[in-house]
């Protein structure tokens, strides 16, 4: 199986966004704002969540996938790239997630 990243997928989320709504749910999605991209992604979110406790591994790995897209979609209806969430990630990487979120706390 060949390789398939998640940057391949941000890139498919960019090229679905330019098609038609008729033949792009992408694209759907997009034309029906922020608001109801967030709201698909916290549907997902909980899916996610659920399938983890008490669904088995292959319905937990399905529902990751549209978890992830969705959180894609999302992000490009904001017009943030995944670079973006990468470089905060990647800043976070300077100190514990404990203190990182103790942090949060106080700003």
């Known amino acids: 199986m060949a390789s398939f990243t998640i940057h391949d997928l941000e890139q498919r ?15 759907k999605l997009l034309d029906r704002g922020i608001a109801q991209c967030a709201k698909k992604f916290g549907e997902e979110a909980v ?27 999302l992000l490009k209806a904001r017009g943030i790239p995944l670079a973006d969430v990468e470089a905060a990630l990647g800043a976070r990487t300077t100190q514990s997630g404990l203190d990182e979120k103790a942090a949060r706390k106080h700003s």
């Open 13 to 27: 989320v960019h090229e679905r966004a330019q098609a038609s709504a008729d033949v792009s749910y992408t694209r």
């Open 47 to 73: 899916e996610t969540a659920l399938a983890a406790v008490a669904e088995d591994r292959e319905r937990l790995i399905a529902e990751a996938a549209d978890l992830i897209y969705h959180l894609l979609v």
